[in-house]
Each structure stands twice: as structure tokens, then as C-alpha cells.
């Protein structure tokens, strides 16, 4: 698996990152006034964020010279949230590869030594433009590089696209193609917004349903479930 999240400063002399033309690295898409916001940290000023057939950068406005970048081997999933409940603002959402045993998503200092980040351990990037109206379109982007870089130690023993998701409770996605029932055998009323992508998928390159739950259906269901219990 490539490297996770790393700095980046190789800045071109226009400003933008310099590309790896020998090897066909190629822009694809530039996105001004975007931040990023790494693990449970707070997002960065904006900055611009460039998306190339190979990679994510993202370059501070703020601090000129000094980025970010990942490759798209290393992200393992992505995602558009648009729930307030797991994130503020409107974002892509990304997993990525990270050091064995870091398990900095879940409040642990591990991540940061001696006051400074420690990238290697970041697992989760969320990426937030300026235009939330455009995180669809970007993530389309996502999709393909995602198919033009695929994992190479992929299995092929998934199922029906279903993935464990306990990393992903807080933003409210479920994977998979159909309905789920939870714990308490309350039906889950979904519909489809967009895909996620994920490396590794057998039979859909990588990509699976994100489903959203309504949750006044679930109230209403609490609230039938409370009036049976009253006798009502």
C-alpha cells in the first residue's frame, strides 16, 4: 500500500504543485478556498486543492510553500457527508491508509508528538469547499481516480459489497446495495444520494451505495413502540 498522507513543498514556479509528468501524472481538477481538516483537528485556513490522476495536494494559502498530499492507493475509502450530526460543514470524507496500531480518530494523542503532527497516523482527511455544490462533482472525480489506481493487494472475497463500519458510525453511512435492519428490527428508510468508493471492491470497482437514514422514521417508529408499551 502506498504511503499515507504526507507534506508536500515541491511548488512549481506558478504556484501550483509540480507534477510528475515522466510518469503521466495529469491535472484533473483545482478547487480555490478549500480547506482540509486532518483527523479530529480543526480545518486549516483555505487553501487550493489540486486533484491529478495519482494524487490529492493540498496547498495552504496561508503558509506558502507547505502542503499536503496523498496518494489515491493510500485513500481506502471516500465519501460526500452532508450530515451536521457527524460534521459541521459539507464535506468529502476520506479514510486513508495509516501506521498500524494509530488510532487517532478515536481521540488518542498518537498523532501528535512533542506539539507536532504526526501525518503518517492521520487515517481521516475531510476535504470542505467553499461551494458545497460542488462536492458531488469532486467526488465524481474521486470515483475515477479510484478506478485508475487500484489496489493491487485487493481481495476477492467480498460480498454484496458490504463493508464493516465501525469507523463510519459517526457519519451516519451504511454500505451496501440494500435495505439494512438495525438492532431493534426497525427497517431503516433509505434512499440513494451517491456513491462511496472504496479500493479493494470485487465486482464494483471499489464503489458502493451510500445510504441515508431518515431519521423521523425511526422516531415515528419509537413513538408506535412507546404507545404499545403504555397500553395504548
Same mark, same amino acid.
Given at each position: 500500500?502506498?504511503? /499515507?498522507?504526507?507534506?508536500? =513543498?515541491? #511548488?512549481?514556479?506558478?504556484? /501550483?504543485?509540480?507534477?510528475?509528468?515522466?510518469?503521466?501524472? !495529469?491535472?484533473?481538477? %483545482?478547487?480555490?478556498?478549500?480547506? &482540509?481538516?486532518?483527523? $479530529?483537528?480543526?480545518?486549516?485556513?483555505?487553501?487550493?486543492?489540486? &486533484?491529478?490522476? $495519482?494524487?490529492? #495536494?493540498?496547498?495552504?494559502?496561508?503558509?506558502?510553500?507547505?502542503?499536503?498530499? %496523498?496518494?489515491?492507493?493510500?485513500?481506502?475509502?471516500?465519501?460526500?457527508?452532508?450530515?451536521?450530526?457527524?460534521?459541521?460543514?459539507?464535506?468529502?470524507? =476520506?479514510?486513508?491508509?495509516?501506521?498500524?496500531?494509530?488510532? !487517532?480518530?478515536?481521540?488518542?494523542?498518537?498523532? !501528535?508528538?512533542?506539539?507536532?503532527?504526526?501525518?503518517?497516523? #492521520?487515517?481521516?482527511?475531510?476535504? #470542505?469547499?467553499?461551494?458545497?455544490?460542488?462536492?458531488?462533482?469532486?467526488?465524481?472525480?474521486?470515483?475515477?481516480?479510484?478506478?485508475? @489506481?487500484? +489496489?493491487?493487494?485487493?481481495?476477492?472475497?467480498?460480498?454484496?459489497?458490504?463493508?464493516?463500519?465501525?469507523?463510519?458510525?459517526?457519519?451516519?453511512?451504511?454500505?451496501? +446495495?440494500?435495505?439494512? %435492519?438495525?438492532?431493534?428490527?426497525?427497517?431503516?428508510?433509505?434512499?440513494? =444520494?451517491?456513491?462511496?468508493?472504496? @479500493?479493494? %471492491?470485487?465486482?464494483? @470497482?471499489?464503489? &458502493?451505495?451510500?445510504?441515508?437514514?431518515?431519521?423521523?422514521?425511526? *422516531? +415515528?417508529? *419509537?413513538?408506535?413502540?412507546?404507545?404499545?408499551? @403504555?397500553?395504548?
Amino acid at each position: 500500500m502506498a504511503a /499515507g498522507l504526507q507534506r508536500f =513543498t515541491d #511548488i512549481a514556479g506558478e504556484g /501550483g504543485p509540480r507534477l510528475d509528468a515522466a510518469s503521466g501524472e !495529469e491535472l484533473l481538477r %483545482v478547487d480555490r478556498a478549500a480547506s &482540509v481538516a486532518l483527523g $479530529r483537528r480543526a480545518p486549516e485556513p483555505p487553501g487550493t486543492l489540486f &486533484v491529478t490522476n $495519482r494524487r490529492v #495536494i493540498w496547498l495552504s494559502e496561508t503558509e506558502k510553500g507547505q502542503g499536503y498530499a %496523498v496518494d489515491f492507493l493510500a485513500i481506502t475509502l471516500h465519501a460526500v457527508s452532508r450530515d451536521p450530526e457527524a460534521y459541521p460543514s459539507p464535506c468529502i470524507y =476520506t479514510q486513508i491508509d495509516a501506521q498500524d496500531g494509530s488510532d !487517532e480518530e478515536a481521540g488518542g494523542s498518537d498523532s !501528535e508528538a512533542n506539539g507536532e503532527l504526526q501525518l503518517a497516523k #492521520i487515517s481521516e482527511m475531510r476535504i #470542505i469547499l467553499s461551494d458545497p455544490g460542488q462536492l458531488d462533482a469532486l467526488f465524481d472525480v474521486f470515483c475515477h481516480c479510484a478506478e485508475l @489506481n487500484p +489496489d493491487p493487494n485487493a481481495g476477492c472475497n467480498e460480498e454484496n459489497g458490504w463493508f464493516g463500519g465501525e469507523n463510519m458510525a459517526e457519519g451516519g453511512w451504511i454500505h451496501g +446495495d440494500e435495505d439494512m %435492519v438495525d438492532g431493534n428490527d426497525l427497517e431503516a428508510h433509505m434512499f440513494y =444520494t451517491n456513491l462511496i468508493g472504496q @479500493n479493494g %471492491v470485487h465486482d464494483l @470497482n471499489r464503489s &458502493v451505495r451510500e445510504l441515508q437514514i431518515d431519521d423521523q422514521r425511526f *422516531e +415515528d417508529a *419509537e413513538e408506535e413502540q412507546e404507545i404499545q408499551e @403504555n397500553g395504548h
